[in-house]
């Protein structure tokens, strides 16, 4: 956080974007939305957990329960694990807010997300879940989010939680509060209010996509896709799926690829050590400078523009290090090939194509962007047309195969080569889409 020197030459801290949205959005006058009648939907104000023994009774309520709705309100910015300030669970009795300001123990709420038995139902839930893995050494066990079910029913994706509760719910809810201080205290009604309807409203959300999912015959998929929030890797650091995103579409040549995964775990062990954020250590573009242009001694380091001096101090020679490690890095070592260069002709079929699946998915009421994207296009193409390579894996199994791997074929070979447009969609003549 930048500070500012008073006259008296000490630093002030400079208020942060968080605490001045904060200020802001109490200083605005808010009148709670109207609870429907809902029998999914709790109608009593959230109770506020601050003790061991009241969590230990809500979780064996949870448990009796069978499914819960849990969210979790936390600060990212300022740590290397983001903190949590709150815990929110319902059932489709009771709303609770379990206040890690207080003396409280989350453990039994890890519990339950990880019980096999007990149902956790979020809404892009990835974060929220994490903590298990990292508390208990074990994965989230039941899962039901409902943007990656909503994706599976015509839905866009990602689509935020506002407005499936308001497709759903008679209830439309602000979001004023998104950005604010989670570890103030007291905690005002209008935060606990606002914290509250996050999971209020979530066993009604899922009720309803659940018979969507039904009517349109995808629960099958939806399954499919849940159950990879389940998985415990998806929770690890990953240093070569790190390295890849931050190469981008076009990647790194294959060195500098190896030395980006070098360089990327030096700034996670780093981060941690230091208790910020990777991003804060050490911004993403100056990694993948130091990858693309290595720098061989400390005191070129100095040259660098934009990586900080305390950065170089103390860790300038491990720089360097991971530098030579990643140049020296064997090749089974080494990150997946950089993509083929495209040339205006392909360039144009892979856009053809990737526009074809796009339109053939949202036909099929499947949001595209769940199911693959332009790089795999891309990657089919040059497999196919140019023998480069491998067609992706991720289309060739489970559910993505089922709605798109002999459709995409077919297109590759010919064998559908007309089109007709009907209800904002191409469908194929076969009518499959």
Known sequence: MEERKHRSGRRRRRPSRRSESHDAAHALAHTPSKIPDHPLVPQDPPAVITSNDALDELAEAVRAAGVFAYDTEFIGEETYHPRIALIQIATRERVSLIDLMADVDPTP?????ADAEVQTVVHAGEQDLEPVVRHLDRAPANVFDTQVAAAFTGRPYPLALDSLIGQFVDVSLS???TFTRWDARPLSADL???????????LAVQAGLEADLADRGTAGWAAEELATLTRRDRYRFDPDARATRLAGPRGLPPR????LRELVILRERAAEAQDVPPRTFLVDNI???LARDPVKSVERLQDVRGLPAPVIRKYGQEIIDATAR????????E????PPSEGPAERTCIAGLWSLTASYCYGRGIDPGLVTNRREIAQLCFARFRGVGEPPARLATGWRRELLGDWIERVIAGEVVEFRFADECLRTVDGQS
């Not at 606990?192 to 979530?202: F, P, T």
């Not at 990643?326 to 070592?333: E, V, W, Y």
């Open 175 to 177: 979001k004023s509060m």
């Open 256 to 259: 500098a690829m190896a030395t």
């Open 287 to 289: 990694l993948v400078r």
């Open 192 to 202: 606990a209010n606002y914290a509250a309807d996050d999971v209020r409203y979530l």
């Open 326 to 333: 990643g140049r020296a890095a064997p090749l089974s070592r």
């Open 335 to 338: 990150s997946r090939p950089r």
């Open 109 to 113: 709420v890890w519990e339950l997300v």
